[in-house]
């Protein structure tokens, strides 16, 4: 694997476990997540990253395989360019329904490297 996709599919890794620390030690609550602006800033930020470092892989790799991946960038997109259409329900919909898949497809690509 390339050495600058590797390092991008940590720098999913680590946004992803940013984006758990927030929740450390207690549930994920909706309710939380939508009242606490400081929260939410710090989850699109890091999707923001997630989405950048996926189109990056794309560039240097197009056939590179990352479930969803054009989903990714484009809610990196939206997140930038729509920011005032973001729907709490969409982000948290991603938190809990496939932020945990793309971990386990990142976790991946990273062991197979290091096979």
């Known amino acids: 694997m390339n050495e600058k996709v590797l ?5 999913i890794k ?3 476990d940013e ?3 927030f929740f450390e030690g207690r549930e994920k609550r909706f309710s939380d997540y939508q009242h606490n602006l400081l929260l ?6 890091n999707l923001e990253i997630i989405g950048e470092a996926v189109n990056k892989i794309l ?7 990352i479930e969803n991946a054009r989903k990714i960038v484009g809610l990196r997109n939206h997140i930038i360019h729509a920011y005032d259409n973001v729907s709490d329900e969409n982000i948290w919909g991603i938190i809990i329904n496939h932020l945990p898949r ?3 497809d990142v976790e991946t690509h990273i062991k197979g490297n290091a096979s």
Request: glycine share 0%; proline share 4%; aromatic share 8%.
């Open 40 to 45: 939410k800033r710090a989850i699109e930020r």
């Open 14 to 16: 680590q946004s992803l």
């Open 19 to 21: 984006i758990d620390s």
């Open 59 to 65: 560039l240097i790799d197009p056939q590179f395989q």
């Open 102 to 104: 793309l971990r386990t």
């Open 7 to 11: 390092k991008l599919l940590f720098d």
